[in-house]
Protein backbone atom coordinates (compact mmCIF):
# COMPACT_ATOMS: atom_id res chain seq x y z
CA UNK A 1 0.00 0.00 0.00
CA UNK A 2 1.47 3.56 -0.69
CA UNK A 3 2.00 5.69 1.91
CA UNK A 4 -0.68 8.95 0.69
CA UNK A 5 -3.47 5.62 0.44
CA UNK A 6 -2.18 4.52 4.33
CA UNK A 7 -2.97 7.77 5.19
CA UNK A 8 -6.20 8.49 3.42
CA UNK A 9 -7.15 5.45 5.01
CA UNK A 10 -6.05 5.90 8.71
CA UNK A 11 -7.49 9.82 8.95
CA UNK A 12 -10.82 7.76 7.51
CA UNK A 13 -10.43 4.77 9.77
CA UNK A 14 -8.63 5.55 13.28
CA UNK A 15 -8.88 9.79 13.40
CA UNK A 16 -12.58 9.70 14.69
CA UNK A 17 -11.20 7.38 17.77
CA UNK A 18 -8.77 9.91 18.47
CA UNK A 19 -10.89 11.46 21.69
CA UNK A 20 -11.92 7.81 22.78
CA UNK A 21 -7.82 6.61 22.48
CA UNK A 22 -6.37 10.22 24.31
CA UNK A 23 -9.15 9.25 27.08
CA UNK A 24 -8.14 5.68 27.66
CA UNK A 25 -4.62 6.82 28.16
CA UNK A 26 -5.70 9.25 30.43
CA UNK A 27 -7.32 6.86 32.91
CA UNK A 28 -4.58 4.77 32.59
CA UNK A 29 -1.73 7.87 33.11
CA UNK A 30 -3.59 9.68 35.33
CA UNK A 31 -1.65 12.71 33.70
CA UNK A 32 -2.66 14.01 29.99
CA UNK A 33 0.89 14.96 29.44
CA UNK A 34 1.75 11.34 29.64
CA UNK A 35 -1.19 10.53 27.69
CA UNK A 36 -0.60 12.64 24.73
CA UNK A 37 2.51 11.17 24.28
CA UNK A 38 1.15 7.43 24.50
CA UNK A 39 -1.72 8.16 22.19
CA UNK A 40 0.71 9.86 19.43
CA UNK A 41 2.96 6.98 19.96
CA UNK A 42 0.11 4.84 19.46
CA UNK A 43 -1.09 6.37 15.93
CA UNK A 44 2.44 6.43 14.79
CA UNK A 45 2.37 2.13 15.72
CA UNK A 46 -1.55 2.57 14.07
CA UNK A 47 -0.29 4.32 10.92
CA UNK A 48 2.26 1.88 10.62
CA UNK A 49 0.01 -1.36 10.53
CA UNK A 50 -3.07 0.10 8.96
CA UNK A 51 -2.10 -2.16 6.25
CA UNK A 52 -2.36 -4.72 8.53
CA UNK A 53 -6.18 -3.77 9.35
CA UNK A 54 -8.54 -6.52 8.57
CA UNK A 55 -11.13 -5.99 10.92
CA UNK A 56 -14.72 -4.01 11.08
CA UNK A 57 -13.79 -2.31 14.47
CA UNK A 58 -11.39 0.32 14.11
CA UNK A 59 -12.53 1.82 17.46
CA UNK A 60 -11.56 -1.38 18.86
CA UNK A 61 -8.41 -1.90 16.97
CA UNK A 62 -7.07 1.40 17.84
CA UNK A 63 -7.97 1.49 21.41
CA UNK A 64 -5.93 -2.30 21.77
CA UNK A 65 -2.87 -0.17 20.05
CA UNK A 66 -3.27 2.77 22.67
CA UNK A 67 -3.78 0.00 25.52
CA UNK A 68 -0.97 -1.86 24.56
CA UNK A 69 1.27 1.24 24.30
CA UNK A 70 0.46 2.51 27.52
CA UNK A 71 0.86 -0.70 29.39
CA UNK A 72 4.44 -0.35 27.45
CA UNK A 73 4.94 3.38 28.83
CA UNK A 74 3.71 2.52 32.21
CA UNK A 75 6.08 -0.31 32.68
CA UNK A 76 8.80 1.96 31.77
CA UNK A 77 8.21 4.58 33.50
CA UNK A 78 5.56 3.11 36.68
CA UNK A 79 6.25 -0.32 37.23
CA UNK A 80 4.85 0.26 40.56
CA UNK A 81 1.53 0.53 38.75
CA UNK A 82 1.05 -2.58 37.19
CA UNK A 83 -0.18 -5.18 39.87
CA UNK A 84 -1.89 -8.67 39.67
CA UNK A 85 -5.31 -8.62 40.67
CA UNK A 86 -7.88 -11.02 41.82
CA UNK A 87 -11.69 -10.67 40.67
CA UNK A 88 -14.45 -10.75 42.76
CA UNK A 89 -17.98 -9.24 42.45
CA UNK A 90 -19.40 -6.23 42.81
CA UNK A 91 -22.62 -3.93 42.11
CA UNK A 92 -22.46 -0.24 41.12
CA UNK A 93 -25.52 1.99 42.15
CA UNK A 94 -26.10 4.99 39.75
CA UNK A 95 -26.22 8.63 41.45
CA UNK A 96 -29.21 10.26 40.43
CA UNK A 97 -28.63 14.32 38.85
CA UNK A 98 -29.80 17.01 40.54
CA UNK A 99 -33.34 18.10 39.09
CA UNK A 100 -32.50 21.53 38.24
CA UNK A 101 -29.69 23.12 36.68
CA UNK A 102 -29.46 25.94 39.12
CA UNK A 103 -26.30 27.33 40.30
CA UNK A 104 -26.02 25.03 43.63
CA UNK A 105 -27.38 21.71 41.53
CA UNK A 106 -24.39 22.56 38.87
CA UNK A 107 -22.10 23.26 41.71
CA UNK A 108 -23.34 20.02 43.44
CA UNK A 109 -22.86 17.83 40.10
CA UNK A 110 -19.70 19.41 39.66
CA UNK A 111 -18.65 18.00 42.93
CA UNK A 112 -20.46 14.81 42.47
CA UNK A 113 -18.45 14.75 39.07
CA UNK A 114 -14.78 14.98 40.73
CA UNK A 115 -15.51 12.99 43.59
CA UNK A 116 -16.10 10.08 41.02
CA UNK A 117 -13.20 10.66 38.79
CA UNK A 118 -11.25 10.67 42.09
CA UNK A 119 -12.63 7.41 42.97
CA UNK A 120 -12.53 6.04 39.15
CA UNK A 121 -8.89 6.72 39.43
CA UNK A 122 -7.95 5.11 42.84
CA UNK A 123 -8.74 1.94 41.04
CA UNK A 124 -5.95 -0.29 39.96
CA UNK A 125 -5.10 -0.06 36.39
CA UNK A 126 -6.46 -3.49 35.16
CA UNK A 127 -10.29 -2.81 36.91
CA UNK A 128 -9.88 1.03 36.11
CA UNK A 129 -8.94 -0.13 32.42
CA UNK A 130 -12.47 -2.22 31.85
CA UNK A 131 -14.39 0.26 33.38
CA UNK A 132 -13.18 3.25 31.06
CA UNK A 133 -13.66 0.66 28.39
CA UNK A 134 -16.99 -0.15 29.39
CA UNK A 135 -18.76 2.75 31.23
CA UNK A 136 -17.27 5.60 29.30
CA UNK A 137 -16.05 4.26 25.65
CA UNK A 138 -19.48 1.44 25.93
CA UNK A 139 -17.05 -1.70 24.19
CA UNK A 140 -18.70 -5.14 23.99
CA UNK A 141 -17.55 -7.37 26.88
CA UNK A 142 -16.27 -9.07 23.62
CA UNK A 143 -14.23 -5.73 22.21
CA UNK A 144 -13.02 -4.76 25.91
CA UNK A 145 -11.75 -8.47 25.85
CA UNK A 146 -9.89 -8.11 22.72
CA UNK A 147 -8.93 -4.86 23.27
CA UNK A 148 -7.15 -5.94 26.65
CA UNK A 149 -6.36 -9.35 25.79
CA UNK A 150 -8.16 -11.01 28.09
CA UNK A 151 -10.95 -13.65 28.26
CA UNK A 152 -14.67 -12.37 28.31
CA UNK A 153 -15.03 -13.85 31.54
CA UNK A 154 -11.78 -12.05 33.08
CA UNK A 155 -13.23 -8.60 31.20
CA UNK A 156 -16.71 -9.64 33.73
CA UNK A 157 -14.76 -10.24 36.53
CA UNK A 158 -12.48 -7.40 36.87
CA UNK A 159 -15.76 -5.14 35.68
CA UNK A 160 -18.21 -6.43 38.49
CA UNK A 161 -15.05 -6.02 41.11
CA UNK A 162 -14.42 -2.32 39.23
CA UNK A 163 -17.63 -1.94 40.03
CA UNK A 164 -17.64 -3.08 44.00
CA UNK A 165 -14.40 -1.16 44.49
CA UNK A 166 -16.28 2.47 43.08
CA UNK A 167 -19.29 1.57 45.01
CA UNK A 168 -17.24 1.24 48.31
CA UNK A 169 -15.17 4.17 47.74
CA UNK A 170 -18.43 6.52 46.54
CA UNK A 171 -20.59 5.23 49.97
CA UNK A 172 -21.24 8.08 51.71
CA UNK A 173 -18.98 7.48 54.81
CA UNK A 174 -20.72 6.11 58.24
CA UNK A 175 -20.42 8.22 61.41
CA UNK A 176 -20.66 6.88 64.34
CA UNK A 177 -23.90 7.29 66.22
CA UNK A 178 -23.92 9.72 69.08
CA UNK A 179 -25.93 8.38 72.40
CA UNK A 180 -26.89 10.32 75.37
CA UNK A 181 -24.66 9.72 78.77
CA UNK A 182 -27.17 9.42 81.70
CA UNK A 183 -26.14 12.27 83.92
CA UNK A 184 -23.76 11.39 86.92
CA UNK A 185 -26.45 10.78 90.75
CA UNK A 186 -24.31 13.73 91.66
CA UNK A 187 -25.67 16.41 88.96
CA UNK A 188 -29.09 14.60 89.43
CA UNK A 189 -29.12 15.44 93.01
CA UNK A 190 -27.76 18.98 93.28
CA UNK A 191 -30.43 21.77 93.45
Known sequence: MRDDEKRRRFEQLMLPHLDAGLNLARWLTH?????????????????????GFR???????LLQIVRNTCFSWLKE???????????????????AAPAADEPPAIAMRSA??????????????AYRE?????????????DIARVAGIPIGT?????????????QALAPSVRPTL??????????LKP
Open 31 to 51: NDHDAQDVVQEAFVRAIRYID
Open 55 to 61: GDNPRGW
Open 77 to 95: NRPTELLVLDDADGVLHEI
Open 112 to 125: ERVHINRAIAGLPI
Open 130 to 142: VLVLRELEELSYK
Open 155 to 167: VMSRLARARSLLQ
Open 179 to 188: RAVPPSIDAV
